[in-house]
Structures are given as C-alpha cells and as structure tokens.
C-alpha cells in the first residue's frame, strides 16, 4: 500500500484523514497469468493499482489482437469510458504475469471523492495521464518501428523486460520476425 500512498502523495499531499480512507478503500487482489481482469462488452466496476506485475490492454480488430498499452508497476489501470462513464468496455485487459493489485471499486471511488484531497489528486493525476497521452500518440504516430521499440526500451524498460515478444511486436505494429531484426540490428 505504501508504492500506492506515494504515488497519490507526489500528486497531492495527504491528510491523514483522507490517506485512511485511501486504505481503507483500496483492496489487495492478486490476479495469475493470462488472467482477464477487465472484459470487452462487460463494465469495468474498478480502477487497478499494479503493486507489481504487468496488464496488457487490447482490442480485438478484424479477429486478431491488437495490443494498445502495456501497464507495469506503479501503473494505475481502467477501461476509462467503461469506468467512468459506467458503460460495456470495448477493450480487454489481461495480466501479463502474476500480478498484484490494489483495487478500487467505482463506489468507494465515488465514496472517495467526497474528500477534497482526493478530488485534487484525482483531477491532477487525471490531467497528467491525459496529456501523456496526447503527447504519446502524437510521437508514437510518427515514429518508425525501430524509433517506437527504441523510445519503448528507453522510456519504458519494465514493458520489454516483463511482455511477450508478439505483444510487443503489435503494440509498435510490426510483426514478431521484423521484431527480432530490429533487436538483433540495435545489440
């Protein structure tokens, strides 16, 4: 709970009032290999912080998977629409390795958002993670396949240490053999 605590507390610092609450409403799961935490056509009813291990997001596009993200530690974890807006997620999520949790269900969430810190620390961290994606999509979009598992390796090592080749291939859209190239021509 303390990697939880610290990473709430580098967006907004806590109360004690408001950090009890946080661990009162979080819960520690732990999910095997391969495990679906979060499905397509089913709502997402809780936000995931990864203690350790990795979630892999996805969609499924002409009947293949498409790898969209990978999350590691000290990562949070949601279908966004499907949590927030209480909808059928369209993407998947799916552990990577044996993985553990703190989870928060979308009432505690809402119990949570009752303290003002919280509020705080959820806008902040919200706007935070919204411009990295913005700014991610932007660069990703133009990088070439060597520049993209390059920026990955750099930016991202936990993502090449903890997935599968093959979804690392689909998340920078290339298949498994033009991978291995690209690695072998970086060595």
């Known amino acids: 709970m303390e990697e939880l605590i610290q990473i709430i507390n580098s967006f907004e610092r806590l109360d004690l009032e408001t950090e009890l609450a946080i661990r ?4 520690e799961e732990t999910f095997k290999k ?3 935490i979060i499905e397509e056509d089913k709502i ?5 912080f990864i203690k350790m291990g990795a979630v892999r997001r996805f969609c499924i596009e002409d009947g293949v998977e498409v790898t969209k993200w990978i999350y590691t530690d000290n990562q949070f974890v949601t279908s966004m629409s499907s949590f927030f807006e209480q909808k059928a997620s369209f993407e998947n999520f799916q552990t990577c390795e044996e993985t553990v949790v703190y989870s928060l ?11 003002p810190l919280f509020i705080k620390f959820h806008i902040k961290q ?9 700014e991610f999509n932007h660069l990703f979009r133009l990088m070439t396949a060597e520049k ?3 920026f990955l390796l750099e930016s991202f090592p936990q993502i090449i240490k903890k997935a599968k080749l093959k979804h690392i ?17 970086i060595i």
């Open 169 to 185: 291939a689909s998340l920078i859209g290339v298949s498994q053999e033009t991978l291995s190239r690209i690695r072998a021509s």
């Open 44 to 48: 997402c009813d809780k936000i995931y």
């Open 24 to 27: 009162k409403s979080f819960v």
């Open 34 to 36: 391969s495990e679906l």
């Open 105 to 115: 269900s979308y009432s505690d969430e809402q119990a949570l958002l009752e303290y």
């Open 148 to 150: 993209k598992y390059l």
């Open 126 to 134: 919200l706007r935070h993670y919204l411009s990295k994606i913005n």
